[in-house]
């Protein structure tokens, strides 16, 4: 390395360390219109190449206004964590060594890293020791990949090899929920050619948790091959199937059961909240993020499946060119991250999600869902006792609904400019969502950096968007 690029990368990391500095000082929203971004990078294509440094500068420059203050602890919108610092550090190595984690032959230090990260969280969750898994980029391509598990063994359990054979002619393979599902199992069924039309709510009793009786019903219904989708931790409310019920229920019928547990599945590292999960260890796959409650970087998805040849055997693939490491004498076989995700070349997510493990363990990241679940009761409760709120839903674990009320009876529409004044505000941010038939304004809280005096700015915020 010369001393260019030294410098260059000493002042990247200074630009970098400026920016979470000022995380707290910063408005959580962008301020920076459409049309000014467009005219500040829309420049010509070109011709020579610009100083290295100057590039970065500029860059941190022109992106300055632009930026959502996700990682930053007033951002109660969507589940988005932020990075700890040990992860974040590990994901710039991570990037810097540029190592493609597909093969264990491409990156044989970070492909180990994959497996022992992968067994710690088997451990966290509570989730069994045989089960195969791998990282992929989120929680959608996680859910493509457990259904490929279970469209895989499903069908091969008729007869049918949709690897070779493909879905023509194929049974049809249900999906049924609770009719609360997240979009991307929908998503997912599309992009697998099982069909939108496949997906089933079978119905949801008090409180939306999955009526019990009607998948019951649903299930012996029909002889066709069934997934049955439960859910830990429901995107509005945080509410969490019966786990163990629900798949009794599909195990005397021969369905795949999948949990989406994409941030609740993380509640089962606490003691306080693990009674939630009860029964989760017994599906057949589930689906989690790295970069919600264990705040990592962007992208980690991460996928569970508790039959390995099933996950492999829709996942794998081959090609003559590939370098596939030799058993060593008296070893496990090395893994190949490919077998398991629906990528080919791909980042070593699996270093951040390692660095953060072992910065925090057991105990710390129990800490931090603990602390979250706390401050996501302080600010429903605060929230909530301002005048002309009302709660829909209080916090189960880290998410929370409350609406505001309107003198004119639109209640819908008042609570949407209320959330568009605090956005606007820039000392928080939330999300406006569709429950129940009602507008709503929804509270999540999974940021490790988020604190009391967030909070309390957050409540004060939105009392100021209700008074303007």
């Known amino acids: 390395m010369d001393a260019d690029q030294r410098r260059l990368f000493d002042r990247t990391a200074r630009h970098a360390a400026d920016f979470l500095a000022g995380l ?67 994901d710039w190595l991570t990037a810097t060594w540029d190592q493609n984690a597909a093969l264990h032959a491409a990156g044989p230090a970070v ?18 020791a045989e089960a195969s898994f791998g990282f992929t980029t989120g929680a959608q391509s996680a859910h493509l990949t457990a259904l490929a598990a279970a469209r895989h063994r499903l069908l091969a359990d008729r007869g049918w090899d949709v690897e070779r054979r493909g879905l023509a002619g194929a049974p049809a393979v249900r999906v049924l929920t609770s009719g609360w599902q997240h979009a991307s199992i929908e998503r997912a069924m599309r992009l697998l050619g099982l ?30 091959p069934a997934v049955v989708c439960l859910q830990a931790g429901e995107i509005n409310t945080g509410l969490f199937d019966p786990f163990g019920e629900a798949c009794a229920l599909a195990a005397a019928r021969g369905a795949w059961v999948h949990v989406d547990g994409a941030f609740g599945l993380w509640a089962g590292v606490s ?24 705040n990592v970087p962007f992208d980690c998805g991460l996928v569970f499946v508790r039959h390995p040849a099933a996950h492999r055997g829709a996942m ?14 008296g070893g496990a076989p090395a893994r190949d991250q490919l077998d ?12 951040p999600v390692y660095a953060a493990i072992r910065s925090l363990g057991r105990r710390g990241i129990a800490a931090l869902v603990d602390r979250c679940v706390d401050h996501a009761h302080r600010l429903v409760a605060g929230i909530g006792a301002l005048p002309g709120v009302e709660v829909l839903s209080p916090p189960v674990i880290n998410q929370g609904l409350v609406r505001f009320l309107a003198e004119d009876g639109d209640h819908d529409a008042h609570t949407d400019r209320v959330i568009g ?26 940021n490790w950096r988020t604190d009391d005096h967030d909070v309390d700015r957050a409540v004060a915020a939105v009392r100021a968007a209700l008074s303007g």
């Open 24 to 90: 707290g000082s910063r408005p959580v929203a962008p301020t920076a219109s459409l049309a000014r971004l467009r005219e500040v990078f829309g420049r010509p294509l070109p011709e020579d190449g610009l100083d290295a440094e100057r590039v970065v500068d500029e860059l941190v420059r022109d992106t300055a206004d632009g930026l959502l203050g996700s990682a930053g602890g007033r951002f109660f919108g969507w589940v988005v964590g932020g990075g700890v610092p040990a992860a974040l550090a590990a």
């Open 111 to 128: 492909a180990v890293v994959e497996e022992v990260a992968g067994a710690w969280l088997k451990e966290l969750l509570g989730l069994p």
């Open 195 to 224: 069909g939108a039309d496949q997906l089933r709510g079978v119905g949801s009793g008090p409180g939306g948790l999955i009526d019990l009786a009607a998948l019951e019903r649903e299930l012996a219904a029909c002889d066709a």
């Open 271 to 294: 003691e306080r909240h693990g009674h939630l999960l009860a029964g989760v260890d017994r599906a057949d796959s589930w689906t989690t993020d790295g970069h919600k409650w264990l």
């Open 316 to 329: 794998s693939t081959k090609a003559s060119y590939l370098v596939h490491t030799e058993d060593e004498a």
């Open 340 to 351: 398991w995700t629906p990528e080919w070349s791909r980042r070593a997510r699996a270093v």
């Open 421 to 446: 004044r605090v956005q606007r505000g820039g000392e928080a941010w939330f999300g406006g969502t569709t429950w129940n038939g009602v507008r709503a304004m929804r509270i999540s809280v999974v």
